[in-house]
């Protein structure tokens, strides 16, 4: 690509496009199969456009949404721009509309930071993302840094828009589920096998529409299966990323899988920061997380 922000990574049958200047979002991932044809894992995502619809971008220093952009802390309350205003909820940090630089390059690794600072925000942060592939996956891995001067609460999470053909499967096995306001928050908690049967499998491909956060998910990690094309991929996460939210569009062919840190709005939900809660960051402290996408 003639582009110098975008960065292609290889290893034996994967294959991924970095966009560096957009967030260092993802813009393509794709997986060779036996009979030598290219399956795209993600929903495309142009070049040179932050990763709104498709590809994958990284949340922080929170995920999902922030009720009204505020919320109240022991210095009093901070205040973050509204970035979808017909809901009044700042959704998804800083992270994904900023350039990057990269400070590490090669075939098969890349290593990008991100230094959030900004005169009317009381975040600041030192993000590194390092971004792998090897034969048979790709790894995200996110540090995260409070550079602020005061002690702050920090969130973070991955966003893959994930392709959605006929019998496109998604299973995984987490206990607890919540309840959803008119605007999407969380009100409370209920027993996941109340729902959607995700712990036996589910042709996300015949859902109707579905947006829901998932705590409790112990084994952290959830499996897409793509069974007209024979391609299957194990989603895992480590360290921060305790969480999963699931989001199935029924007028697009897209099925998000977003292991995440937190619960959505638990800055304002305090009773639900059992189930999945921020990381208060003193200065210089720092907190983990990465994703991994296996596949066969």
Known sequence: MTDDSIYRLKAGRCDLVVDAAHGASLTSFRW????GDWFEILHPCPPAQVALTGGSFVMVPFANRLDAGRFPSPDGPVEVPV?????????????????????????NALTLVDEFVHETIPFAYRLVQRVSVRPDAAELSLTLTNTADRTLPYGMGFHP????????WLSFDAATAFVRDERGLPTRPVPADGGPA???????????????????????????????????????????????????????????????????DVHNRRDLADYGDLAWLAAGETIEGSMVMQLA
Not at 161 to 168: H, M
């Open 83 to 107: 970035n979808r205003p017909e809901q009044n909820m700042a959704l998804h940090g800083f992270s994904r509309d900023r350039a990057w630089q990269v400070v590490a390059a090669a075939e």
């Open 198 to 264: 995700f712990a036996e499998g589910l042709d996300t491909s015949k859902m109707p529409w579905f947006d829901g956060h998932f705590a409790d998910w112990v084994s952290r990690n959830a499996v897409v299966e793509w069974r007209r094309a024979g391609v299957n991929m194990r989603l895992s996460a480590t360290g921060a990323l305790t969480n999963l939210h699931v989001y199935v569009p029924d007028d697009r062919p897209i099925l998000c899988v977003e292991p995440v840190s937190h619960v959505p």
């Open 32 to 35: 060779r199969k036996a009979d």
């Open 161 to 168: 828009w994930f392709r959605k053909d006929e019998d496109t």
